[in-house]
């Protein structure tokens, strides 16, 4: 009977690490998807819009945060209420996992949260430029 009960317990504990090691891959895939939509947006082009995919991209950050977050609290919730609790020890290390991941999705919604002002402010300026290329244009054709 002891046999079984800790084969219980490694069962739940080897469920809590593959848990949080798809987290912890989900995160790095999304700082990948947060990278490239950083290089996107520090884009000054003028003349190339690629908004849509900007868009997109933002959308789909968002919700691999929402996922992350809700993830992350169905882990915790796990480690609490689970047998995998059995000792001091595997109680500390499951809640050393679960802040270090809810630290890592912190640090990556303020990057998120950092490039959507990027954005907007790169928004500002290109509709300022267009502006003036405009009215450069406009001067142009009326003193011609």
């Known amino acids: 009977a002891v046999v079984s009960t800790q084969s219980g ?7 809590f690490n593959k848990v949080a090691g798809t987290i912890g891959r989900n995160i790095a895939n999304t700082c990948e998807k947060l990278e490239k939509l950083a290089m996107l947006v520090s884009n000054k082009s003028l003349f190339e819009d690629r908004s849509t995919e900007i868009n997109q991209l933002t959308e789909i950050i968002n919700e691999d945060l929402s996922g992350l ?19 001091l020890q595997v109680s ?53």
């Open 92 to 144: 500390q290390h499951s809640n050393s996992v679960v802040v270090s991941l809810q630290s890592q999705l912190a640090h990556i919604t303020m990057d998120f949260k950092e490039v959507l002002v990027s954005r907007t402010e790169s928004i500002k300026e290109q509709k300022q430029r267009r502006d003036q290329f405009r009215l450069v244009s406009l001067l142009s054709y009326l003193i011609n």
């Open 69 to 87: 977050d809700r993830m992350i609290s169905e882990l915790q919730a796990f480690s609490k209420n689970s047998a995998v609790q059995v000792n």
């Open 9 to 15: 317990h490694y069962g739940r504990g080897s469920q």
